[in-house]
């Protein structure tokens, strides 16, 4: 399988405004950081790759898949998770809503109740399974929301800002999850340098444009230098 992402003289405009100009881009590293400012185009960037933003110009290429002309088959095969796991949370219970995303694999009842049985025990969730998924604490809702997409056992793994609402010990766990367990290949969106630098390479984004991008430790140096 095919796991690299590649953008050509990609351009995005949203009601005429320009939000992201002449991307040409091939990646395949396992661990991918994108920081920048806010508004830069990274969020943008993140969600062309699931077809959740389609190009104005250029072409996309994610694992081999047009996100825009095979919109299904790339969300297969892409997973997202967002920075509030609460827009995630779809079903009323925690074992509900991580069976929900088995939906449409011809799986028998059996099947996903073991498949889900043993992602609420790699998340250290078993205890809440039958628990209203709304009364969990933020960083147990989004050991869920990642739960629930790992699950169907996608080849990469979108991650926009997956620590922004968690304190520390939780932002610790996800990004152990995230950059340490997971076999996937991940592109995580993030304010925090401390990720950014764990990651294989760093691509930073400024006004719609990509403006550095190569090893973290120095892409990150060079941003915060700026920054000062």
């Known amino acids: 399988m095919n796991s690299g992402i590649r953008f050509e003289d990609v351009s995005v405009e949203f009601s005429g405004r320009p939000v992201l100009r002449d991307l040409s881009l091939d990646l395949d590293h ?9 508004g830069s185009g990274k969020s943008t960037f993140a969600r062309m790759l699931n077809g959740l933003v389609t190009p104005t110009r250029g072409e996309v290429r994610v694992h081999g898949i047009d996100p825009a002309r095979q919109p299904k ?30 939906r449409g694999q011809g799986l028998s009842r059996p099947e996903i109740q073991a498949r889900v049985a043993a992602a609420l025990d790699r998340f250290g969730l078993t205890e809440q399974a039958d628990a209203p998924a709304q009364t969990l604490s933020g960083g147990q809702k989004q050991l869920l929301a990642l739960c629930a997409v790992l699950i169907r056992e996608p080849g ?11 304190d520390a010990a ?9 950059l340490d367990e997971m076999p996937q290949q991940l592109v ?8 950014a630098v764990r990651c294989d390479v760093a691509l930073r984004f400024e006004a719609g444009t990509l403006v550095d991008h190569g090893d973290p430790v120095a892409v990150v140096a060079r941003y915060e230098e700026e920054q000062r």
């Open 156 to 166: 990469l793994v979108v991650a926009d800002e997956p620590t922004a609402y968690l």
């Open 30 to 38: 396992r661990r991918i950081a994108v920081i920048g400012a806010n």
């Open 73 to 102: 088959r790339v969300r297969r095969r892409v997973g997202f998770v967002f920075s509030n796991p609460d827009a995630q949370i779809i079903m009323p219970t925690v074992a509900e809503d991580v069976g929900f995303s088995l």
């Open 188 to 195: 995580i969106v993030t304010h925090d340098p401390r990720l």
């Open 170 to 178: 939780n932002s610790r766990r996800i990004a152990g999850f995230l």
